[in-house]
């Protein structure tokens, strides 16, 4: 079994969504990285996870009167502008600045870091021979309507990205068949446990691959369905106890902010298997 560990932006090494976000984890040997896409007022694919700026951004101080900050109501040209970066030493999510885990060099870099472009992120992927998760997000207004699916598809044609290099995944399964039908070359990946408190939502079984949030599945749930041909990946799991649960259950991939800490625990793995 070939796992993907996935580092979800880099967030416990870098500001998320960010390209620094991506080089760190492409440094930390995460087989891929996961990122999210928006969109500006003006058409723009991003990369953003929040509907508001308020958490990632500087956009309350720099448009303060602009409240509640939400992404699709900013054009690029003003996205461009924040600091989508030095939130990360200011607030230090992880708790790695002050572990020493991240250089005062790197923060230093992260200062006025801007929002990329999806094509950025992609660039970026594709050069480095590595690959991506691209979640597609059910957008905010004013652009609930912007045709995602097709723009995102679009890209990664004028782009010439090799289709192994890329996995779509979302909460929005429709989109997800939408793309079966129009790249059936690209692996799709249906993200499921958008509550945290609902049971998981297996719908009919009808993809390949389901990404679901750790907390509401059970091992054996994991041992069942894999036995199956369902592949399974797990997000977003940091604490070993649960990553040694996930492996042993027999999981395809996991989604983690520490793949770093990885190494040590697949080697164990490996030994054992």
Same mark, same amino acid.
């Given at each position: 079994?070939?796992?993907?560990?996935?580092?979800?932006?880099?967030?416990?090494?870098?500001?998320?969504?960010?390209?620094?976000?991506?080089?760190?984890?492409?440094?930390?040997?995460?087989?891929?990285?996961?990122?999210?896409?928006?969109?500006?007022?003006?058409?723009?694919?991003?990369?953003?996870?929040?509907?508001?700026?308020?958490?990632?951004?500087?956009?309350?101080?720099?448009?303060?009167?602009?409240?509640?900050?939400?992404?699709?109501?900013?054009?690029?040209?003003?996205?461009?502008?924040?600091?989508?970066?030095?939130?990360?030493?200011?607030?230090?999510?992880?708790?790695?600045?002050?572990?020493?885990?991240?250089?005062?060099?790197?923060?230093?870099?992260?200062?006025?870091?801007?929002?990329?472009?999806?094509?950025?992120?992609?660039?970026?992927?594709?050069?480095?021979?590595?690959?991506?998760?691209?979640?597609?997000?059910?957008?905010?207004?004013?652009?609930?309507?912007?045709?995602?699916?097709?723009?995102?598809?679009?890209?990664?044609?004028?782009?010439?990205?090799?289709?192994?290099?890329?996995?779509?995944?979302?909460?929005?399964?429709?989109?997800?068949?939408?793309?079966? &039908?129009? /790249?059936? #070359? +690209?692996?799709?990946?249906?993200?499921? =446990?958008? *509550?945290?408190?609902?049971?998981?939502?297996?719908?009919?079984?009808?993809?390949?691959?389901?990404?679901?949030?750790?907390?509401?599945?059970?091992?054996?749930?994991?041992?069942?369905?894999?036995?199956?041909?369902?592949?399974?990946?797990?997000?977003?799991? &940091?604490? /070993?106890? #649960? +990553?040694?649960?996930?492996?042993?259950? =027999?999981? *395809?991939?996991?989604?983690?902010?520490?793949?770093?800490?990885?190494?040590?625990?697949?080697?164990?793995?490996?030994?054992?298997?």
């Amino acid at each position: 079994m070939v796992l993907n560990i996935a580092h979800r932006g880099a967030r416990s090494l870098a500001p998320e969504n960010t390209l620094s976000a991506a080089k760190k984890a492409l440094e930390a040997g995460a087989d891929l990285w996961e990122t999210d896409v928006g969109v500006s007022s003006d058409g723009v694919l991003i990369l953003m996870h929040d509907d508001s700026l308020v958490r990632t951004t500087d956009a309350a101080v720099v448009f303060p009167e602009r409240s509640p900050w939400t992404f699709t109501t900013f054009s690029f040209a003003e996205l461009r502008n924040l600091d989508a970066g030095s939130w990360f030493q200011q607030t230090d999510p992880f708790g790695q600045i002050a572990a020493g885990t991240v250089s005062p060099k790197d923060l230093a870099s992260y200062h006025n870091e801007t929002i990329p472009t999806l094509e950025e992120a992609l660039r970026f992927t594709r050069d480095a021979n590595w690959r991506v998760n691209i979640e597609l997000k059910n957008l905010p207004s004013p652009m609930q309507d912007f045709p995602v699916v097709e723009r995102v598809l679009d890209l990664i044609e004028t782009l010439n990205i090799d289709p192994q290099q890329l996995v779509l995944s979302s909460f929005n399964h429709d989109w997800l068949h939408k793309i079966e &039908n129009l /790249r059936p #070359d +690209i692996a799709v990946q249906a993200v499921i =446990g958008f *509550s945290p408190v609902r049971p998981l939502d297996w719908g009919d079984l009808v993809f390949k691959t389901y990404n679901a949030r750790h907390t509401l599945l059970k091992a054996q749930t994991v041992t069942e369905l894999t036995a199956k041909g369902v592949r399974l990946n797990v997000w977003t799991v &940091n604490a /070993r106890k #649960d +990553i040694d649960r996930f492996l042993a259950a =027999g999981v *395809s991939g996991i989604f983690t902010d520490f793949p770093q800490n990885l190494a040590p625990i697949l080697d164990t793995h490996a030994a054992k298997t």
